[in-house]
């Protein structure tokens, strides 16, 4: 949520996000936003199977892959957080 307040004008997030610029927060944060974005959709292209959750992963800096015990499994929890900073940021 500290992407979106920053995306939104907040003062307190620009100052956490970018303590020395903090006039290059929403920038950041649209940045980081876009990367994890960009993220979500070639994993969701690489494994459709889970219908655009996310479960525990490794990540080698430029993959991220199911850890091996997500076989014929589907997460639930935690993505619903997720879902809800984009949304917020959108608006």
């Given at each position: 949520m500290i992407y979106a307040h920053a995306l939104a004008g907040s003062q307190d997030a620009a100052r956490l996000l970018s303590p020395d610029?903090?006039?290059?927060?929403?920038?950041?944060?649209?940045?980081i936003l876009e990367l994890k974005l960009q993220t979500y959709i070639s994993f969701n292209a690489t494994y459709p199977g889970f219908g655009g959750y996310l479960p525990w992963y490794l990540s080698n800096g430029s993959d991220v892959q199911p850890t091996w015990d997500w076989v014929n499994r589907v997460p639930a929890l935690d993505n619903g957080f997720v879902r809800h900073t984009y949304s917020a940021s959108r608006q």
């Open positions: 610029a903090p006039q290059n927060a929403p920038q950041i944060a649209f940045d």
